[in-house]
């Protein structure tokens, strides 16, 4: 029989609840429905390793509680934007002439404060000129009142070769052995003399502590 002659039209013929509901879906879908199911995503609907960052907005996309503890490295990071006061600390100082006594002096000091278990690192320099003839000393660092083990005897024994401006200069570098506890620390290179009268030029100091582990 011809389509024209039943009375229907070819798409009326062929409307049923199906066809109509399927329909419906369809443009709620492209419609309002759009903007439901973004608002809803989820992670379950995110493949992974498909975000990159350009589809977070910027500085706010990632926070802390987003990345796993330890994953990020050196390369992802910029290291001139980090704080680096909580992991190492520095101090230094410099002081004029030092006249040495028989008994040791502290020539120069600094003081560094930690807030957790640090190790330090110690680095002194000056220059030892003797007054009167020959002269000799002796310097060690000094870390809270206790001395290192080895000291140096910067100076001549036997002839007065060093004046004002040309000094037997030395220079000291010490590492606790231990970690030192929170709160405040005082550094020194402290020295005394062992022949003639002996001065200590132009000393300084400078400590950094590196927060152990």
Do not use: W
């Amino acid at each position: 029989m011809d389509d024209s002659q039943d009375g229907a039209s070819p798409i009326r013929r062929h409307l049923n609840y199906a066809n109509v509901t399927a329909t419906l879906a369809l443009l709620f879908a492209m419609a309002g429905g759009a903007a439901y199911a973004v608002d809803k995503l989820g992670s379950h609907d995110i493949a992974n390793n498909s975000i990159r960052s350009i589809d977070l907005k910027n500085r706010k996309g990632v926070r802390a509680r987003d990345v796993k503890p330890n994953s990020l490295t050196g390369r992802q990071i910029q290291e001139r934007t980090l704080a680096t006061g909580s992991l190492a600390r520095v101090v230094g100082h410099e002081t004029g002439d030092c006249v040495l006594r028989v008994a040791p002096r502290n020539c120069v000091i600094a003081t560094i404060s930690v807030t957790r278990p640090s190790s330090l690192l110690v680095i002194t320099t000056g220059s030892q000129e003797s007054i009167t003839g020959p002269g000799q000393a002796s310097c060690r660092i000094s870390i809270d009142g206790v001395d290192e083990p080895l000291a140096v005897n910067p100076g001549e024994a036997n002839t007065d070769n060093t004046d004002a401006t040309a000094t037997n200069g030395f220079a000291r570098t010490l590492i606790s052995r231990d970690p030192v506890g929170a709160g405040q620390h005082i550094v020194a290179l402290r020295c005394k003399r062992l022949l003639g009268q002996v001065r200590i030029d132009d000393p300084t100091i400078a400590a950094i502590a590196i927060a152990a582990r």
